[in-house]
């Protein structure tokens, strides 16, 4: 196991009708005046948003409105927020949504303390300080309301580049199983489909002998997978969408990755994916977790025996390990399917002429990317051309 800092100082507040005390946690935590940012229009549907600006009304505390993200969040509306924030002296955020408001409200509570661009974060600048944020979840996907990570579209050359730093950690994270219930069957399997891939970064590891978080991802796979087809077929059944939830937060905050070297190259040729075609960063991982698999499997045929017989219950060929690998691979393969995800780029709406742009975008040069294997841009290549 390697060395490690480990800080995960997100309050988690998990249950039925949590969200109607979110005055109470933001006065705890020295918010006075709030910017409150969501999305397109589920939160002001579903009649979430009211109970949110009741809750506040009735702990005294300031707010401005800023909706409008959208799925893969823009910078424009990160510019607006940050001079808004400036402006009115904004001293806490609240995102009220997905991953891509809980990221848009990240992205302004890092710029509004900077002077320069916030997208110098986006540029590989280490986040020091931001506003604190806090979250009201409504999707179980991106994990972003415990990590230390946001994703931003900037709009000139549509690039999608994430930001990282302990400030990004949420300050708290108000998460009602209840408020998932109206996600589409596709955004759920989106979700689903990329809590799975934040496990999958972490385990395909070069690391040796980390067994505690060996098992950890394991036992949260199993148990994606087994959750997953029962809030498919009832998406008020809240025990699953529970644990679906839960899965979502400690697939990505960090836990089930500590100590040991991580991988990441499939989100970032997903990232170009949905940076290019504007698609869910769920299906774009469907397509290429595959791929990536098929590709580095050799590099490692025991570990992707292990990942076969441990979480998709394969039998173990120990005549034929890369047989039990593969099988591994392709049970995988039918479970995105089984949920509805696309596992092609055509389903995608991926172009194979594109391959070339997507390259490029990824603005790699000299660099490697990934680390179970370390890929060049003609690696990479092959595996969106596994991908069509
Ligand atoms: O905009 P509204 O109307 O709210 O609709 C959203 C959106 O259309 C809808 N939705 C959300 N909650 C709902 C709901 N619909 C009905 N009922 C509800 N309760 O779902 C759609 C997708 O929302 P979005 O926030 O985009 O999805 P997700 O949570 O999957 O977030 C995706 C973004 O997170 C980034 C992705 O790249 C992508 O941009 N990621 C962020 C990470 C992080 N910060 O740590 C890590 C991830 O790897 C990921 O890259
Ligand atoms: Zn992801």
């Not at 009735?58 to 400036?86: A, Q, T």
């Not at 002296?89 to 303390?113: N, P, Q, T, Y």
């Amino acid at each position: 196991m390697e060395n490690f800092n480990f800080y995960s100082p997100t309050y988690f507040i998990f249950g039925k009708g949590r969200e109607n005390e979110v005055g109470e946690w933001i006065n705890r935590f020295g918010g006075s005046k709030v910017l409150v940012h969501y999305g397109g229009s589920s939160a002001v549907k579903s009649g979430l948003l009211d109970r949110v600006k009741a809750s506040l009304k009735k702990n005294n505390i300031d707010f401005i409105e800023l909706g409008g993200v959208k799925p893969n969040p823009r910078s424009g509306l990160v510019y607006k927020g940050i001079e808004i924030c400036k402006r009115e002296g904004i001293d806490f955020l609240l995102a009220v949504g997905g991953g891509s408001v809980i990221d848009s409200a990240k992205a302004i509570a890092a710029g509004a303390l900077y002077d320069g661009d916030f997208w110098d974060f986006y540029c590989g600048k280490e986040v020091e300080k931001a506003l604190p944020v806090g979250t009201i979840l409504t999707l179980a996907a991106a994990g972003s309301e415990g990590s230390d990570g946001s994703v931003i579209t900037h709009e000139n050359g549509m690039l999608k580049r994430s930001a990282a730093g302990d400030a990004l950690r949420p300050t708290f994270s108000i998460m009602n199983p209840e408020l998932t219930f109206t996600v589409s069957p596709y955004q759920t399997a989106c979700g689903i489909t990329d809590m799975m891939a934040h496990v999958m970064e972490r385990y395909f590891t070069n690391t040796k002998e980390v067994e505690v978080t060996d098992r950890l991802c394991e036992g949260l796979l199993v148990a994606i997978i087994n959750e997953a087809p029962k809030v498919l077929a009832r998406p008020d059944d809240y025990n699953a969408r529970a644990n679906i939830m839960w899965a979502g937060t400690i697939a990505h905050n960090d836990i089930c990755g500590v100590g040991r070297e991580q991988d990441w190259a499939t989100h970032k040729m997903e990232h170009e994916l949905s940076g290019l075609y504007d698609v869910a960063h769920g299906a774009g991982l469907a397509v290429m977790f595959p791929a990536w698999m098929k590709y580095v499997m050799q590099h490692d045929v025991m570990r992707f025996a292990q990942f076969a017989v441990r979480v998709w219950g394969c039998e173990m060929d120990f005549q034929h390990p890369e047989n039990t690998a593969k099988k591994g691979i392709e049970k995988f393969e039918q479970f995105l399917v089984s949920i509805g995800m696309p596992i092609r780029f055509e389903q995608l709406g991926a172009k194979p002429e594109d391959i070339p742009i997507l390259v490029k975008n990824m603005q790699l040069g000299d660099r490697t990317l990934g680390n179970f294997v370390k890929l060049t841009e003609e690696d990479i290549t092959k595996i969106y051309e596994l991908a069509v």
